[in-house]
């Protein structure tokens, strides 16, 4: 993979402007990137090029994805943010 390209990625994960989405996307670019596929690289670029708002609704099942963005990359990333409210949940007792 382009170093600069996973480190651009790291970098829009991190920095969204909206917190709650930061939370999420950062840490799983952080864990991530480095695996994607290259199909999986350009849904994740698509999905840092949309508001915060509803890629935030989306992950969390407050909204439903659009089709064009109801990935198998959504999903990924959608599990990956239950198992860390889960590990939280379980470390607060």
Do not use: C
């Amino acid at each position: 993979m382009d170093e600069t390209r996973l480190k651009r990625l790291k970098f829009r994960a991190w920095r969204r402007g909206f917190r709650e989405a930061d939370l999420i996307l950062g840490p799983f670019a952080d864990s991530h990137a480095q695996n994607l596929t290259e199909a999986e690289l350009e849904a994740f670029e698509r999905l840092l090029d949309l508001p915060d708002h509803d890629v935030y609704a989306w992950i969390v099942g407050a909204e439903l994805a659009p089709p064009t963005h109801a990935t198998p990359l959504l999903a990924k990333i959608a599990d990956f943010q239950r198992a860390g409210r889960a590990r939280f949940a379980e470390k607060r007792g």
